[in-house]
């Protein structure tokens, strides 16, 4: 059955049999008629059936020839199949690997804003139904945020089901276990990204995928698919894990979720290391306050994470700076601007990380105006790390929310706040149909759950 090439025409121009320019991730059609786009730009072949044919002994008789025959037979007729062969798991597949094609537009590439393990998934598919509904979710949802379109019924009908059948799943002690469930639980938060926040401060889905790791007994990577799975999932248990009391880790369990082995020797990998203390630190904190007790010596302890932290940062800083200064030819091509992004992102996630042990410092520590004078130095950074990122929005730019907030908490300056608002609200528009009074509340909450409860007495 030889493979003949076919056009890459999207489904919805080839059903209405116009012409399609063939874009990625979206034709310029589908965008105009805020269509989902499925398809586009891929190539498809048309299978043919190959048969071989012997003269007959009588006239105008055709006989087929059994190729699987050994001696050349002569066998009765069959019928082929009047369609190409294909399924449900075929088409799913076909259209999550347009999905995630690493040539796609960063500023709308899965792989490239969620990772590496998502090229993993195809050969998954079809093993898990769990997966494979939350990989229908994510790719149906994906379709509409690129077409600029407000998240359909279907994409929620999907969502849906893909959560019934996890709870299935869960359910059951060996499938709750397995690696392909665990990712289930990934691709749903991912989806939660493009449906947009609905007024809730927590997902749920990183508190299910901490239970998960600790119903296993191992907070490790099992394998390779695993560890890739590992650099995305532990980011997201991370960081809501400071503010959500549900995620109760160890900081033996902290350590083993956030320690791999891709990157624990560079600059972004040791300084999420570090973030990976600071929830034991703020509940250590809620205590202290609760029982009345002097709270310089969880001081003492943060503030040589915090020096740390900078040096880090400063590395970061250093790297983006050299990408931007060397000759990598074309910015435009694709290896060059992946390289670019991947600097400036990885800075503004450590950005983000030294702004909160700047601003737990601040709530420990009220009285010494260093750290006060350095919060606006950070946030003003922020700012500007803001403005560079807007040419990645709105998915390859997604992290940009989490610095902001965290400059928004760091800073008590009416002016300067103001400032990182104005870009919050811009940012936060790219993914959340929530109003102005929705998102300050869920700032607020945010700020009072990670750093003022822990010293909220002492900063009034």
């Known amino acids: 059955m030889p493979g003949v090439p076919k056009g890459r025409a999207c489904d919805g121009c080839r059903k209405q049999k116009k012409k399609c320019d063939e874009k990625q991730p979206t034709c310029g059609r589908c965008i105009r008629l805020k269509l989902t786009c499925v398809g586009s730009g891929q190539q498809r072949y048309k299978f043919k059936q190959e048969?071989?044919?012997?003269?007959?002994?009588?006239?105008?008789?055709?006989?087929?020839?059994?190729?699987?025959?050994?001696?050349?037979?002569?066998?009765?007729?069959?019928?082929?199949?009047?369609?190409?062969?294909?399924?449900?798991?075929?088409?799913?597949?076909?259209?999550?690997?347009?999905?995630?094609?690493?040539?796609?537009?960063?500023?709308?590439?899965?792989?490239?804003?969620?990772?590496?393990?998502?090229?993993e998934i195809p050969r998954r598919i079809g093993t898990n139904e769990a997966l494979d509904r939350a990989v229908n979710a994510l790719t149906t949802a994906h379709a509409n945020f690129c077409a600029g379109q407000v998240i359909s019924v279907d994409a929620?009908?999907?969502?849906?089901?893909?959560?019934?059948?996890?709870?299935?799943?869960?359910?059951?002690?060996?499938?709750?276990?397995?690696?392909?469930?665990?990712?289930?639980?990934?691709?749903?938060?991912?989806?939660?990204?493009?449906?947009?926040?609905?007024?809730?401060t927590v997902t749920g889905h990183a508190q299910g995928a901490s239970n998960i790791l600790r119903a296993r007994k191992h907070f490790?990577?099992?394998?390779?698919?695993?560890?890739?799975?590992?650099?995305?999932?532990?980011?997201s248990v991370l960081f809501e894990g400071l503010y959500n009391d549900a995620i109760d880790l160890s900081p033996e369990e902290?350590?083993?979720?956030?320690?791999?082995?891709?990157?624990?020797?560079?600059?972004?990998?040791?300084?999420?290391?570090?973030?990976?203390?600071?929830?034991?630190?703020?509940?250590?904190?809620?205590?202290?306050?609760?029982?009345?007790?002097d709270l310089r010596p969880l001081a003492e302890e943060v503030r040589p994470i915090y020096g740390k932290c900078k040096l880090i940062l400063e590395e970061l800083k250093a790297r983006k700076g050299d990408c931007e200064s060397s000759d990598l030819g074309d910015a435009r091509t694709f290896l060059p601007r992946l390289l670019q992004a991947h600097n400036l992102?990885?800075?503004?996630?450590?950005?983000?990380?030294?702004?909160?042990?700047?601003?737990?410092?601040?709530?420990?520590?009220?009285?010494?105006?260093?750290?006060?004078?350095?919060?606006?130095?950070?946030?003003?950074?922020?700012?500007?790390?803001?403005?560079?990122?807007?040419?990645?929005?709105?998915?390859?730019?997604?992290?940009?929310?989490?610095?902001?907030?965290?400059?928004?908490?760091?800073?008590?300056?009416?002016?300067?706040?103001l400032e990182v608002e104005s870009?919050?609200?811009?940012?936060?528009?790219?993914?959340?149909?929530?109003?102005?009074?929705?998102?300050?509340?869920?700032?607020?909450?945010?700020?009072?759950?990670?750093w003022l409860e822990t010293s909220q007495e002492v900063i009034k």
């Open 423 to 450: 870009y919050l609200l811009d940012y936060y528009g790219d993914f959340s149909m929530l109003h102005e009074p929705q998102l300050y509340q869920h700032l607020e909450w945010s700020r009072g759950n990670i």
């Open 156 to 200: 929620l009908s999907k969502y849906s089901s893909a959560l019934r059948t996890l709870r299935v799943y869960l359910d059951d002690p060996t499938q709750a276990t397995s690696s392909s469930t665990l990712c289930a639980v990934m691709i749903l938060l991912l989806c939660q990204s493009f449906h947009g926040p609905s007024g809730q």
């Open 51 to 119: 048969h071989a044919f012997l003269p007959a002994s009588n006239k105008g008789e055709i006989i087929r020839f059994d190729s699987s025959s050994s001696n050349g037979s002569e066998t009765p007729p069959f019928e082929i199949p009047p369609v190409c062969p294909g399924n449900k798991i075929t088409f799913l597949t076909g259209s999550f690997v347009g999905a995630i094609k690493r040539t796609n537009d960063l500023r709308y590439n899965l792989w490239w804003s969620f990772g590496f393990f998502l090229e």
């Open 254 to 293: 902290w350590e083993s979720l956030v320690k791999n082995d891709y990157d624990q020797d560079y600059p972004e990998g040791r300084i999420l290391q570090f973030l990976a203390k600071a929830p034991f630190l703020i509940k250590r904190g809620k205590q202290a306050k609760m029982n009345m007790e």
């Open 220 to 235: 490790g990577p099992r394998d390779e698919f695993e560890r890739k799975l590992f650099l995305s999932l532990r980011g």
């Open 345 to 417: 992102r990885t800075y503004g996630i450590g950005l983000a990380i030294t702004t909160f042990f700047n601003c737990m410092l601040q709530a420990l520590e009220p009285n010494d105006p260093i750290y006060i004078k350095e919060s606006r130095s950070l946030v003003q950074e922020t700012i500007l790390h803001a403005q560079e990122g807007n040419m990645f929005r709105p998915v390859g730019a997604g992290y940009i929310i989490m610095c902001l907030a965290s400059a928004w908490a760091a800073t008590t300056d009416p002016l300067l706040r």
